[in-house]
């Protein structure tokens, strides 16, 4: 069984430009998670999805950040412009609904210059 | 709000020696989750063990096992038998036990990690 898939691994882009990361959950995994995971820190929930409904977003910058999960499958996390402060790695995860186990991907380091 | 504190940043093991990870937290909740996961460089968080609030049995995988203290709030992982493989950061996370479509409820709150290095 494939993992969760996030692609690039690696992005370098120079601060006031747009930057999107993608995320293809673990295949039946309904509810998808964003995470971000600065240096040196745990992860911090930026959005969840149950299907293809936010249902938190509290702890997403959205003047900046938005995201999508158009068919309740794989999603897109964006940032535009983005910032110094934004370098980091974000992480998605995937679970299968009422199960607390949470399934990782890689994850995306981003460095803006 | 929960928080989780690991208050060693760093650690390191000898290769077959036994080594112990600290995590506490602090919340109001009764009912919830606690985990260990590993992030090796290549930055895959894996899933290392699980500890439901209300068994009052440790979880064990294996060489891993946990000492959980619910009253004070205290859920250490104990690595037996280290391998160089087990070389990673270590994030201890909670979860609170609510029903699936709460709201943020079902968001891991994570520590901020101790590095553990097993040295050959």
């Known amino acids: 069984e494939a993992g969760v898939v996030q692609s690039p691994r690696y992005k370098i882009i120079e601060k006031k430009q747009p930057v999107a990361f993608w995320c293809n959950p673990i295949?039946?995994?309904?509810?998808l998670y964003w995470y971000r995971q600065n240096l040196g820190q745990g992860p911090e929930l930026l959005i969840r999805y149950e299907n293809e409904e936010a249902v938190d977003d509290s702890q997403l910058p959205k003047d900046r950040f938005s995201a999508e999960r158009l068919k309740g499958v794989d999603s897109t996390l964006k940032i535009q412009p983005a910032e110094l402060g934004d370098s980091a790695v974000y992480l998605c995860?995937?679970?299968?609904?009422?199960?607390?186990?949470?399934?990782f991907g890689p994850g995306t380091r981003l460095t803006v210059l | 709000a929960q928080t989780v504190t690991q208050s060693q940043p760093e650690m390191s093991v000898q290769e077959a020696e036994t080594v112990t990870l600290s995590c506490t937290y602090d919340t109001s909740e009764n009912n919830y989750y606690l985990f260990w996961y590993k992030q090796p460089p290549s930055r895959q968080m894996i899933l290392v063990i699980r500890?439901?609030?209300?068994?009052?049995q440790n979880a064990t995988e294996n060489r891993f096992s946990v000492n959980f203290q619910k009253a004070a709030k205290s859920f250490s992982l104990k690595i037996s038998d280290s391998q160089l493989g087990d070389t990673a950061m270590y994030f201890c996370?909670?979860?609170?036990?609510?029903?699936?479509?709460?709201?943020?409820?079902?968001?891991?709150?994570f520590g901020s990690g101790t590095q553990l290095t097993v040295l050959p």
């Open positions: 295949s039946g995994h309904n509810t």
């Open positions: 995860a995937s679970s299968f609904r009422g199960y607390n186990e949470q399934f």
């Open positions: 996370a909670f979860m609170k036990h609510v029903m699936p479509r709460a709201g943020s409820a079902r968001q891991l709150t």
């Open positions: 500890q439901e609030a209300y068994k009052q």
